[in-house]
């Protein structure tokens, strides 16, 4: 890691400044975090690589897009859109398969970045993500102290409000069990004035020409009482809606398509040369855990198992493997449903691996190698004893690409990287009240 961050004089004055900016009403409800007093630094290489990362990313939604509809139609193999439908209900399907949104893609991509010893490594992508308020409001106060912030003070704001092009108003619905989040929702809106607002699952004063930020999962549709009026509305282009309700952007088995071999021809058409290299080197090896009987001379690749109750026996020092719900599921989000396979006992593991197998029809369950985070320094000031705490850690970096514009002309901004350093000892990075959250730098 590169060590040049902003020098502060002050760095204890610095994080009291930033601890006293917290917007009042917070930005994560019930939750804190450890200030750092500087932003967590990136190499130069490691900063243009994320901020150019967004057009891959972009490419590679439209592709998964395209090999829906034509596997729908017909013209790729019939699982892709099988596999992508299991446990949906009916009336999801036929609207994301209806021409209002057939090429309709998510306009805020996040992926999920691991700094590991061999580089970086992307272990999901949500389009549905939380931490935009909270990142806009970090690159904000930072740079007040003179901090240079990827995506700038502004990026994270502006990147937000161009994703909604000429829209009356901004209507930002968020559900209840979305309510975490609100807060740093309310702190967006009110940066962007009267044309943003904030509501919950009741609001339905949707005019002609609003646009909608659907702050909800659709697994939770049954919860979000304005669901079915704001996707009628969208589908009838009476206002714009994202992201659109299309559960193939919620599914963790993208990767797992991208790495199967029978595709290869697809993603190299649609992606190109380059960015499928790229996208491979980044996003580790994927299995989709379909218990379909294989023929008795067949094995899953990488694997050499010929049947996926075999994973069961698998011993600790092979499990080094992430276990985990693909999607459309109360546990496909944050660290929920997620099994470490090296860290769990035999039985446990078997467990887990029963229950994905059991599940597959209507949840199923996703296979990943483990990519071990590397270790990196951070500081974080401990406002009690009043110094500064070195403290060895683990990353995940969380850019956000906000995409504007109409079809083909469509183009995605970087708007800031939010960087979660957990302390060394934990093996999943994910949000807690002993991480630091921080903007990153170059």
């Not at 970086?120 to 992508?125: G, K, N, P, R």
């Not at 996003?283 to 067949?298: K, R, S, V």
């Not at 109750?309 to 719900?325: A, Y």
Request: net charge neutral; glycine share 6%; with cysteine.
């Amino acid at each position: 890691m590169d060590k040049s961050a902003p020098d502060f004089v002050n760095p204890a004055e610095q994080a009291k400044l930033i601890r006293d900016s917290i917007p009042a009403g917070g930005l994560f409800a019930g939750m804190e975090w450890k200030i750092s007093p500087t932003p967590f630094p990136l190499s130069e290489n490691l900063a243009k690589e994320i901020e150019s990362l967004g057009r891959v990313l972009l490419q590679f939604y439209r592709a998964t897009n395209l090999l829906y509809r034509k596997s729908v139609e017909g013209k790729q193999p019939e699982w892709v859109a099988r596999w992508l439908d299991l446990g949906k209900p009916r009336e999801l399907i036929e609207l994301q398969r209806s021409v209002a949104f057939k090429n309709e893609i998510p306009r805020v991509i996040r992926p999920d970045i691991l700094l590991t010893e061999n580089g970086f490594s992307i272990t999901e992508l949500d389009s549905v993500p939380g931490g935009i308020g909270l990142t806009g409001w970090l690159n904000q106060t930072y740079s007040k102290n003179s901090a240079q912030v990827l995506g700038g003070a502004e990026g994270m704001i502006r990147g937000f409000e161009s994703i909604f092009g000429d829209a009356k108003q901004v209507h930002i619905v968020v559900s209840e069990e979305a309510k975490t989040y609100r807060p740093e929702m309310e702190w967006v809106a009110a940066q962007l004035g009267s044309r943003f607002s904030v509501h919950d699952s009741q609001f339905n004063a949707f005019a002609e020409g609003d646009a909608v930020y659907r702050f909800f999962e659709l697994f939770d549709l049954p919860n979000v009482a304005n669901a079915k009026m704001i996707f009628e509305l969208a589908a009838e282009k009476r206002i714009r809606l994202t992201p659109p309700p299309k559960p193939i952007f919620e599914e963790k088995m993208l990767f797992a398509l991208l790495w199967n071999r029978n595709l290869h021809n697809f993603w190299r058409q649609e992606l190109g040369e380059g960015f499928l290299a790229r996208l491979k080197k980044i996003i580790p090896y994927t299995w989709l855990i379909d218990p379909a009987p294989l023929p008795p001379h067949a094995a899953i690749p990488e694997l050499n198992l010929t049947d996926w109750s075999q994973l069961k026996t698998m011993s600790q020092r092979e499990r080094d493997l992430i276990l985990k719900v693909s999607g459309f599921s109360e546990n496909a989000w944050g660290a929920r449903g997620v099994f470490l396979g090296s860290d769990l006992s035999s039985a446990d593991w078997s467990v887990a691996v029963a229950a994905a197998l059991k599940n597959f029809e209507k949840s199923p369950s996703v296979l990943q190698r483990f990519q071990k985070p590397s270790q990196v320094d951070a500081n974080w000031f401990d406002f009690a004893k009043n110094e500064i705490v070195p403290m060895k850690g683990r990353a995940r970096l969380c850019p956000y690409y906000f995409v504007s514009g109409e079809g083909d002309t469509a183009r995605p901004a970087l708007g800031g990287v939010l960087a979660t350093i957990v302390p060394a000892d934990k093996k999943i990075v994910h949000g807690m009240s002993d991480a630091i959250l921080a903007p990153c730098s170059a």
